[in-house]
């Protein structure tokens, strides 16, 4: 049931959307098909296609709204009198077309309206388009799901406001929203591949539909080498989805993976899309952070086995990523590559030039760099404090484990403890 809804969810409201003009209306109609699933399903089973029986309920739905509406209407015309020229069209939903292809990057554009403010757009994004509940999008943006339910409820308001059309942009106007779309679609990509709360360690549906997301607005703009650099990124980091978990359901760390479970079609299809946009890119067409971030995962998708990495060839590129957008979690990540191309010492110098990042990402690399140089009583320190201030469970049992592991070693080779 939960599963279905997940696939269903993004492309229903899509399709709701593009056929009612109105994202909140959509959404409900689409809660309600799913309330309808939930009362129907256990007695009658999930149907052969669950997408087109929750179309089907949720377009019925729509049509006993508006018919309700059209009623009401007309009853108030008379009694008002109603004045030449007040007639309002209903949609005609039993006509329409159901799942149009892009109506879920219809309604990512229509999400990243520039009515709304950057929290918003992620915030609509992951409800609409993620299926995440309000309390899920509240923990991971560090607040309570009422202020939440009323950031989005006022989100959707602001779009009705500004009669924000469903159709996709064009010339200028998508450029403009653009980059928008790509951060949403890489914030939403990211909450599946490593889930900011909860007990999964990830949510691959969600990474998935991110992915699937990323080719289309590629297969947009073909010629834009960012928008491929999205896309192979997606690819190449989504390859790894299979051995990210061992058998017991515990991650696995990137370098303790078993590379044979990569998804090597995932990887040709990002290597061919980034050589795609380096050629642009060799023409003189500007390159931004998604270019570069794929150009790091390559250098990873290449290596068949972890002591293959090429971590000098990482390190240049983080330095290139940290003058193009510097920032706190590109030089964390920066520390990550000199540490291995270096030197723990070296990366912990690295490190040790930037503020502490909230959240236990920060403490876990400094943990692991001073576990790297021998000195496991204070990276037994950093892992416990990096396992505190995780909300994901999955990420605290490794943190944990890690924590316990540099304690067993104090002592063995730990001169600075």
């Not at 602001?158 to 980059?179: I, M, N, S, Y």
Request: with cysteine; hydrophobic share 45%; proline share 4%.
């Amino acid at each position: 049931m939960a599963a279905a809804w997940r696939a269903e969810s993004a492309r229903l409201v899509g399709a709701l959307t593009r056929m009612t003009r109105d994202v909140e209306l959509a959404e409900d109609l689409a809660q309600d098909a799913l309330v309808a699933a939930l009362e129907q399903w256990p007695a009658t089973g999930v149907p052969d296609n669950p997408g087109a029986w929750l179309m089907t309920t949720a377009k019925r739905r729509g049509i006993d709204h508006f018919r309700r509406a059209d009623t009401y209407r007309r009853k108030l015309a008379e009694i008002e009198h109603a004045r030449e020229g007040e007639e309002v069209q209903v949609p005609d939903l039993d006509a329409q077309v159901d799942h149009i292809e892009d109506d879920v990057l219809r309604l990512v554009f229509l999400s990243c309206h520039p009515s709304l403010t950057p929290d918003s757009r992620a915030a609509l994004t992951l409800r609409l388009v993620g299926g995440l509940t309000t309390a899920e999008i509240a923990r991971g943006f560090l607040t309570t799901e009422a202020t939440m339910g009323t950031r989005i409820s006022r989100a959707k308001r602001t779009l009705a406001e500004a009669h924000a059309g469903f159709d996709l942009p064009t010339g200028e106007e998508r450029t403009k929203r653009l980059g928008d779309v790509m951060a949403v679609i890489y914030l939403v990509f990211n909450e599946g591949y490593t889930a900011t709360a909860g007990d999964d360690w990830m949510r691959p549906d969600l990474a998935d539909e991110a992915t699937r997301l990323a080719r289309m607005l590629a297969a947009l703009t073909p010629d834009e080498p960012e928008v491929l650099g999205l896309q192979a990124l997606l690819e190449l980091q989504g390859s790894r989805t299979a051995a990210r978990l061992d058998a017991d359901g515990v991650p696995v760390l990137l370098e303790a993976q078993d590379r044979t479970l990569w998804d090597q079609l995932r990887i040709r299809r990002g290597l061919s899309v980034l050589a795609r946009a380096e050629e642009i890119a060799a023409r003189g067409t500007p390159v931004g952070t998604y270019f570069l971030q794929a150009s790091i995962a390559a250098v990873h998708a290449r290596a068949a086995q972890a002591g293959d990495t090429d971590w000098r060839r990482i390190a240049v590129l983080y330095d290139v990523l940290a003058r193009a957008a510097p920032g706190p979690v590109v030089e964390v990540n920066r520390a990550v590559a000199h540490g291995r191309a270096y030197g723990a010492d070296v990366g912990l110098e690295v490190l040790g030039e930037q503020a502490i990042l909230p959240g236990p990402v920060w403490h876990s690399v400094r943990g692991d760099l001073l576990e790297r140089a021998g000195r496991h009583a204070e990276a037994s320190r950093a892992f416990d404090e990096a396992a505190t201030l995780t909300r994901n469970e999955g990420e605290r049992t490794v943190l944990r484990r890690r924590a316990d592991e540099n304690r067993t070693r104090v002592g063995s080779a730990d001169p600075r403890s």
